[in-house]
């Protein structure tokens, strides 16, 4: 289904919530509080209230609340305990926040991450479902947004190879995340490790600022025909989000006032129907990525947007890419109809 985009296409973000009784899994969130920038577990909560049916969460890595002292390479397990607290704090609410946890474990140690995968299991009270080693890297500083967390082509290393190995045996899973460029290096991973369930995430790391600005036809192409690639090994599945990050390069960012789900979910469509083609619904979760992504729209503006790009699908499809897909990659319960 086409949506229809007329002029007249701003709404006001607090627009009614589509389909509010349609159980869903957000499989991709962060909380932190880092350099002024706050997103905890009420502020989770505040979202997971607005009106969609969000039954649980997957809290995902990204270097918050590490430890400040001991070994560097446990550090880490900070993070892990600091989500297990918080899906103990909302365990008594209406969703199972933060339900499972993806873990930061440096797989680069190689042999030596055995002990630190298993430190991180017991930190997470039975709710560690994978492990995720971010390795996007570009020569521009604008597109990192940062310093790069890692050399070029982590994911070809001899030792990170090492280090994953290790995942099979804790029954982990894996999220990748790196940019559309890259795309070759997630590749060659899955097929080394043919049997190790990999979720790619945000759509595979689409660009559009720095050098790729003003590109968007051209690096549209290249991606769609990483994504027909990738989506030809079983092992890996992928995450329908993160299009509404800086480096996307959709307009939206920082955009006042915020779009409604009609034109989100306009601009988005190629990227997410392309992905849903080449996979199939049952191995791609829709995620809000927020806080990341509320830069671009909000809570009930994103998911309304999802529930449009899915609206030509049938329930099986949409159950699939709501709440099925992520329940079983993340190995969760999927709650009664």
């Keep these: ?13 607090a ?26 577990l009420p502020d989770l909560l505040s979202d997971l209230g607005t009106g969609h049916r969000i039954t649980s969460t ?7 609340h590490y430890r400040t002292v001991g070994p560097v390479r446990l550090r880490s397990l900070g993070e892990t305990e600091f989500a297990a607290a918080a899906a103990n704090a909302a365990a008594t609410g209406p969703s199972s926040a933060c339900a ?12 030596a991450a055995e002990p630190v995968l298993a430190a991180h299991l017991e930190a997470a009270g039975g709710r560690l479902r994978g492990i995720r080693n971010v390795a996007s890297w570009d020569p521009d500083r604008d597109v990192m947004g940062g310093p790069p967390v890692c050399a070029p082509h982590l994911y070809a290393d001899r030792r990170f190879r090492q280090g994953f190995a290790l995942l099979e045996r804790f029954g982990l899973g894996f999220d990748a995340m790196l940019f559309q460029t890259q795309l070759d290096d997630v590749i060659g991973l899955a097929d080394a490790f043919r049997y190790q369930p990999i979720v790619v995430n945000h759509v595979g790391g689409t660009l559009g600022i720095g050098p790729y600005a003003g590109r968007r036809d051209e690096l549209f192409q290249a991606w769609r025909a990483s994504i027909g690639e990738l989506a030809r090994r079983p092992n890996v599945w992928i995450k329908l989000g993160g299009l509404g990050m800086r480096r996307s390069g959709f307009r939206f960012h920082g955009q006042t006032p915020q779009p409604g789900s009609l ?31 509320k830069a671009s729209c909000s809570y009930v ?11 030509g699908a049938s329930e099986t499809e949409k159950s699939d890419l709501f709440l099925g897909s992520a329940s079983r990659f993340y190995r969760l319960d999927v709650p009664p109809r």
Excluded: Q
């Design 1 to 13: 289904m086409t949506d229809a985009l007329t002029s007249d296409v701003r709404l006001n973000h």
């Design 263 to 293: 034109e989100v979910a306009h601009a988005w469509r190629p990227w997410i129907d392309t992905c849903i083609e080449a996979f199939g619904a049952a191995r791609c979760m829709f995620e809000s990525n927020f806080p990341v992504d």
């Design 15 to 40: 627009e009614p919530v589509i389909e509010p009784e349609r159980a869903i899994c957000d499989a991709h969130h962060h909380l932190w509080n880092v350099e002024g920038n706050r997103y905890l």
């Design 58 to 64: 997957v809290y995902v890595e990204w270097r918050s």
């Design 100 to 111: 499972a946890i993806v873990g930061y474990v440096d797989l680069s140690l190689g042999a």
């Design 301 to 311: 503006v994103l998911w309304n947007t999802f529930k449009r790009l899915a609206a």
